[in-house]
T-cell receptor, first 115, second 113 residues
Framework: DTAVSQTPKYLVTQMGNDKSIKCEQN?????MYWYKQDSKKFLKIMFS???????INETVPNRFSPKSPDKAHLNLHINSLELGDSAVYFC??????????????FGAGSRLTVL | GESVGLHLPTLSVQEGDNSIINCAYS??????FIWYKQESGKGPQFIID?????DKRQGQRVTVLLNKTVKHLSLQIAATQPGDSAVYFC????????????FGTGTRLKVLA
């Protein structure tokens, strides 16, 4: 019954490889996000989709390509992996909190290690 | 990119004492703020939020204070417990209609027994 689930939780790969991380939410939310968390715990927004449409695209190398087949799924594909891509990637979805405003609900994260 | 040059501030608090975690936000037009707690190996979890038309909001053992004049947000945790040990983030959302949530650098809270 996990609200936002990401797979895989851990991913270890060689430089130059291509890999994907998948995210699914069962909250019925329209908007989903990808955030990158570096070794200093800094959380940086990468992309956001609202109902399958890209609405936020931060300055991210075009080796990163998000795809949203439907509003419950947002996947992240990374081509030609580099050492600096090593981080924890968090998926989130946006829904209504107790105050009526929109809070982000995060997945547990996918730790990517590039060797 | 990477948070080069930034470090994660740490706040050490004795168990049972009150904790105050501070956050300076960047956009004076931000209209909504959230505090998140991140435990080791987990994703950030919602704690409490506040809209820009309020200056204080209370939850269970937590209070958020907003000072728009100096763009400052604080999270107060009453009677801090070992389970409160985590990294705490503030997040701000820009003006109405934007979907962008910007996170602060985070503060690590250590609860001493």
């Amino acid at each position: 019954d996990t609200a936002v689930s990401q797979t895989p939780k851990y991913l270890v790969t060689q430089m130059g490889n291509d890999k994907s991380i998948k995210c699914e939410q069962n909250l019925g939310h329209d908007t989903m996000y990808w955030y990158k968390q570096d070794s200093k715990k800094f959380l940086k927004i990468m992309f956001s989709y609202n109902n399958k449409e890209l609405i936020i695209n931060e300055t991210v190398p075009n080796r990163f390509s998000p795809k949203s087949p439907d509003k419950a799924h947002l996947n992240l594909h990374i081509n030609s992996l580099e050492l600096g891509d090593s981080a924890v990637y968090f998926c989130a979805s946006r829904g209504t909190g107790a105050s009526g405003a929109n809070v982000l609900t995060f997945g547990a994260g996918s730790r990517l290690t590039v060797l | 990119g990477e948070s080069v040059g930034l470090h994660l501030p740490t706040l050490s608090v004795q168990e049972g004492d009150n904790s105050i975690i501070n956050c300076a936000y960047s956009n004076s037009a931000s209209d909504y703020f959230i505090w998140y707690k991140q435990e080791s190996g987990k994703g950030p979890q919602f704690i409490i939020d506040i809209r820009s038309n309020m200056d204080k909001r209370q939850g269970q053992r937590v209070t958020v204070l907003l000072n728009k004049t100096v763009k400052h947000l604080s999270l107060q945790i009453a009677a801090t417990q070992p389970g409160d040990s985590a990294v705490y983030f503030c997040a701000e959302k820009g003006t109405s209609g934007t979907y962008k949530y910007i996170f602060g650098t985070g503060t690590r809270l250590k609860v001493l027994a």
